[in-house]
């Protein structure tokens, strides 16, 4: 998917800017997109090599024969879905968790700026105590 997706958009951005050399544009992005295709077996070596850094030879082959269950193509079918679903969920979630966050907090700190309106409104600006009154 990477190579046609980046085929894809260079083709139309150079059709964008050059919207009289559409048919050229077209055919020079498939003739060096099907050169470049060759270097996926690149890609699938460092893949290859990632997972072995981390699983044994048998895990990868629990992983190859879950993923050629039923469950596992099913989770490949449709995990991009779960994982939007996902997303979503936690989006809403913060924006609620944070918006509560930032009421609770300011009611505690208005309460605390009332308790404390009294004893500031009673001392002067220049942090000075009051004189006790004269009878």
């Not at 050229?24 to 295709?37: F, N, Q, T, Y």
């Not at 044994?56 to 879950?66: N, Y």
């Not at 449709?78 to 936690?90: D, I, M």
Request: hydrophobic share 45%; charged share 25%; glycine share 4%.
């Amino acid at each position: 998917n990477i190579l046609p997706q980046a085929a894809a958009a260079l083709q139309q951005q150079l059709i964008q800017k050059n919207p009289d050399m559409q048919e050229l544009i077209g055919r020079a992005i498939s003739e060096k997109a099907m050169a470049l295709a060759s270097r996926r077996a690149d890609l699938e070596k460092e893949a290859a090599m990632a997972y072995a850094k981390v699983f044994s030879e048998k895990e990868l082959t629990e992983i190859a024969a879950f993923y050629n269950s039923d469950s596992g193509k099913k989770l490949l079918d449709s995990g991009p879905a779960v994982t939007r679903e996902l997303l979503k969920a936690a989006d809403i979630w913060q924006n609620g968790v944070a918006r509560d966050l930032a009421q609770q907090v300011g009611e505690t700190l208005a309460a605390a700026a009332k308790a404390a309106a009294p004893a500031n409104a009673a001392a002067p600006a220049d942090g000075t105590q009051p004189e006790a009154p004269k009878n």
